[in-house]
């Protein structure tokens, strides 16, 4: 029988529930397409959800829902001016991994 190393984790390095479910919605967030073609626009500057649904020619219903789940994990914000709605990006770390993906994606 082999001689099984046993490796000690840090508990520093541990990963907690909490943390484990916000790291695989986040993953879960970037597996979808229309979702990364919304947070890819909103790399640009922030966009009203038509602009949104016009430039990417999808459904104002279907960016309003995508963009309800990205809200909910803090992955974008909005500011109100009169009765319409303006995202941008709030969580510059996830933005980044964002860049990274494609341009890893590219790269090859």
Known sequence: MKDEKIVEVDNALSLDEETL???SQT???????????IL?????KEFSV???????QLRQSTVSHQLRFLKNLRLVKYRREGTT???SQDDEH???????SIEHAKHQ
């Open 21 to 23: 479910f916000e790291v």
């Open 27 to 37: 993953f879960k967030a970037l597996s979808d397409p229309t979702r990364v073609r």
């Open 40 to 44: 890819h626009l909103l790399l640009q």
């Open 50 to 56: 038509n602009e949104i649904a016009e430039n990417l």
């Open 85 to 87: 709605l303006y995202y």
């Open 94 to 100: 996830v933005f980044n991994l964002l860049k990274q």
